[in-house]
């Protein structure tokens, strides 16, 4: 790939405070690199032509159409936004999965590159948030042709739609950085991890919407960022804010940046201790 590799930290570890700037300035230093990772995801994803872009769109599209069939014959109410704010859902929900779930495997599944040469592992996990974010924003224009369909326009909203996707991505990164730490130890993990994110799918309101749970419990249920990050989407997009307020917003946006900013101390901290068991 011939990448620009920096290797400025191999000799020491920055404290906790500046971790983060250090983080960055590996990033900077190593960005040649970190496109070339992106790239490389790319390419394996969509197969270096158009066609792998269609064929990723046929899971969301899926089981848009499998819940969509589902809910009618449970709810027996029609409803013509129900396909948009299930395929938001699925989308957001996805993004957020996939970056923690691939960030987890990240040191163990690249064990022969990290072993061949020395690079800022951050750079590796980072390139995951960095692929996701266009894989998304590549995702969300199969929203569009039902948006025409039901002559809706993107509201005054529409900035939380990037707020929702950049944020869910950066939980992900933060917890993914946390597991990939843990994983190189205990490999079990991946199992674990799989069977959380499957729970929460269920529980972060892809195919329902946050009207449906009882007042009392609104709180509760927006203590979880992606249920909030869901919603904020399917504002972004129809204009409806419902039950959701900026205070819900503002709380799930603070607590993926500091799950994200934990993410990098811990592993800036424990990843060479971690690389020596791959």
């Known amino acids: 790939m011939g990448p620009e590799v920096s290797v400025t930290d191999s000799c020491s570890r920055p404290g906790i405070f500046a971790t983060p700037s250090h983080f960055f300035s590996n990033l900077r230093q190593n960005?040649?690199?970190?496109?070339?990772?992106?790239?490389?995801?790319f390419k394996n994803t969509y197969h270096g032509h158009?066609?792998?872009?269609?064929?990723?769109?046929?899971?969301?599209?899926?089981?848009?159409?499998?819940f969509v069939i589902v809910l009618l014959i449970l709810r027996n109410e029609p409803d013509d936004l129900m396909p948009l704010r299930i395929m938001l859902g699925i989308l957001i929900y996805s993004a957020f999965s996939?970056?923690?779930?691939?960030?987890?495997?990240?040191?163990t599944r690249n064990s022969a590159l990290i072993q061949q040469i020395y690079f800022p592992r951050?750079?590796?996990?980072?390139?995951?948030?960095?692929?996701?974010?266009?894989?998304?924003?590549?995702?969300?224009?199969?929203?569009?042709?039902?948006?025409?369909?039901?002559?809706?326009?993107p509201s005054h909203y529409i900035f939380l739609l990037p707020v929702a996707g950049i944020c869910a991505i950066l939980l992900g990164n933060g917890l993914g950085m946390?597991?990939?730490?843990i994983h190189?130890?205990?490999?079990?993990?991946?199992?674990?991890?799989?069977?959380?994110?499957?729970?929460?799918?269920?529980?972060?309101?892809?195919f329902f919407s946050a009207e449906l749970?009882?007042?009392?419990?609104?709180?509760?249920?927006?203590?979880?960022?992606?249920?909030?990050?869901?919603?904020?989407?399917?504002?972004?997009?129809?204009?409806?804010?419902?039950?959701?307020?900026?205070?819900?917003?503002?709380?799930?946006?603070?607590?993926?940046?500091?799950?994200?900013?934990?993410?990098?101390?811990?592993?800036?901290?424990?990843?060479?201790?971690?690389v020596l068991y791959l």
Not at 31 to 41: A, E, G, V, Y
Not at 178 to 181: K, Q
Not at 252 to 274: C, D, N, Q
């Open 31 to 41: 960005r040649t690199l970190l496109k070339n990772l992106i790239s490389r995801d």
């Open 184 to 206: 190189v130890r205990f490999r079990d993990l991946e199992q674990i991890i799989t069977l959380m994110i499957r729970l929460g799918f269920y529980l972060s309101g892809v």
């Open 213 to 274: 749970i009882p007042k009392a419990y609104i709180p509760a249920y927006f203590l979880n960022p992606v249920a909030v990050y869901i919603e904020m989407s399917r504002t972004a997009i129809t204009g409806e804010i419902g039950v959701l307020d900026s205070t819900y917003i503002l709380q799930a946006v603070i607590s993926s940046i500091l799950v994200y900013i934990l993410g990098m101390i811990v592993f800036k901290r424990y990843e060479r201790k971690a």
């Open 122 to 153: 951050e750079v590796l996990i980072s390139s995951i948030a960095g692929f996701q974010m266009i894989k998304l924003i590549l995702s969300l224009f199969i929203v569009v042709p039902y948006m025409i369909y039901a002559s809706l326009y």
């Open 178 to 181: 946390i597991f990939a730490i």
């Open 50 to 66: 158009f066609l792998g872009y269609i064929w990723s769109l046929l899971e969301p599209l899926a089981f848009t159409g499998i």
């Open 98 to 107: 996939k970056t923690t779930s691939v960030s987890t495997v990240s040191l």
